[in-house]
């Protein structure tokens, strides 16, 4: 699976950006897609995660409430909507592709293929 990711920016804080995720070589419904970012000098975490139909969705207490993925298997894209962005939400996000969705699937190691990344700055 190619992904490719884009729609990140500067924005300011308590702006909005959506990000997009458009993969390509593989049937798309039949991956797990997640979201992730990665600070300077930090680790990469977990943003959100949805299964391949689209039905199930998760997301840790940080960005629940301000952050909405969802997918359109048709368009074989992956959304981020991110509302209610806060200077700490400054990252490089990427998409990643797994053939298992489970909602306690949120490390790297989970996730086999990976986009580009987008860079988000949101300013204060």
């Known amino acids: 699976v190619q992904l490719q990711a884009y729609g990140g920016g500067l924005v300011q804080a308590g702006g909005s950006l959506r990000l997009s995720c458009v993969a390509s070589g593989r049937t798309f419904s039949n991956y797990a897609m997640g979201w992730f970012r990665q600070a300077p000098g930090k680790e990469r975490e977990f943003v959100f995660s949805i299964s391949g139909s689209g039905a199930n969705t998760y997301g840790p207490d940080s960005v629940k409430g301000r952050f909405t993925i969802s997918r359109d298997n048709a368009k074989n894209t992956v959304y981020l909507q991110m509302n209610s962005l806060k200077a700490e939400d400054t990252a490089v996000y990427y998409c990643?592709?797994?053939?298992?969705?489970?909602?306690?699937?949120?490390?790297?190691?989970?996730?086999?293929?990976w986009g580009q990344g987008t860079q988000v700055t949101v300013s204060s």
């Open positions: 990643a592709a797994s053939a298992i969705w489970r909602s306690y699937r949120t490390g790297v190691q989970n996730y086999h293929y």
